[in-house]
């Protein structure tokens, strides 16, 4: 049986806007939607093909490093930007304090672990090799 074979390149982008991009372009777009980097809709995305499928990472070491800390701290600081009230978010707060100490998972992680945890068709394939 063949598998749908969706192939991102680390070499495509250098942050989390980038990642956004190159992940409509290469499985979004199949879909006739497009991802605006809500991390829920991106779980719920991984789930709408009903066929296994395959998601190669090439150049996932650059992305490892791309989505690392600094990407993460970013991500974080938009989430309270984003908020009415950030003073009273501490969950944000307290996880931008992790961040910052380069301690906890990274935004690279929270995608790996999405991708492979929660989607019962998809199988990740990352390309680590330099």
């Not at 982008?13 to 777009?29: H, L, M, T």
């Not at 829920?40 to 998601?55: H, R, S």
């Not at 991500?75 to 931008?96: A, G, I």
């Given at each position: ?8 390149n ?16 290469v ?85 790996v672990?999405m ?7 998809a ?8």
């Amino acid at each position: 049986m063949d598998q749908d074979i969706f192939e991102i390149n680390g070499g495509n982008f250098d942050d989390f806007d980038g990642f956004i991009r190159e992940f409509n372009r290469v499985f979004i777009s199949r879909l006739g939607v497009e991802w605006n980097g809500n991390l829920d809709a991106f779980n719920d995305y991984l789930y709408w093909p009903e066929a296994p499928y395959t998601i190669k990472w090439r150049k996932s070491w650059k992305s490892r490093l791309d989505l690392g800390y600094e990407a993460t701290i970013t991500w974080y600081l938009r989430k309270l930007l984003e908020t009415d009230r950030p003073s009273k978010n501490q969950f944000f707060w307290d996880q931008l304090d992790t961040a910052r100490k380069h301690d906890g998972p990274t935004l690279f992680d929270w995608l790996v672990d999405m991708i492979r945890d929660n989607s019962p068709h998809a199988t990740l394939e990352l390309d680590d090799g330099l």
